[in-house]
């Protein structure tokens, strides 16, 4: 997946859950959640943006390792990060009930899936240049 293609992509999925986020805040039931909806969504554009740095550089790399650990690397720290998020936002914010965490879900989700298919053309890639 070309740099282009990559950003393309990120914008079009980012510019749906902006549209969803603000629609968010402005229905009474999710208005509160309206800001951790946000923040997701930063979240996880600037972890895909990193992500496909390192896992563009691993999958030019000689070592036949790299691109294998970046991906599980990557799985990790998302995965660590959104715990990490959730917890510190329950703890600051204090939220009423545990509504909250959908929309977070359905960001993380949107973009692991996104996350997911570019890594796999970048490992197509990769095995395409090794052969």
Not at 7 to 20: A, D, K, N, P, R
Not at 62 to 75: P, R
Not at 85 to 94: D, G, P, Q, R, T
Request: glycine letters at 4%; proline letters at 3%; zero cysteines.
């Amino acid at each position: 997946m070309g740099k282009r293609s990559f950003l393309f992509q990120l914008s079009v999925l980012t510019i749906i859950f902006s549209v969803l986020a603000i629609i968010t805040g402005f229905v009474p039931v999710t208005a509160p959640y309206a800001t951790f909806f946000w923040l997701s969504i930063g979240l996880y554009v600037l972890f895909s943006l990193v992500v496909h740095f390192f896992a563009k550089k691993a999958a030019a790399s000689s070592n036949q390792l790299a691109f294998t650990n970046v991906t599980i690397g990557s799985m990790a720290a998302k995965l660590f990060v959104s715990i990490f998020l959730v917890v510190i936002y329950k703890k600051v914010a204090a939220p009423t009930d545990d509504f909250f965490v959908v929309p977070f879900l359905f960001v993380y989700l949107a973009y692991t899936i996104f996350e997911t298919n570019f890594m796999i053309k970048l490992g197509r890639i990769d095995k395409r240049k090794s052969k």
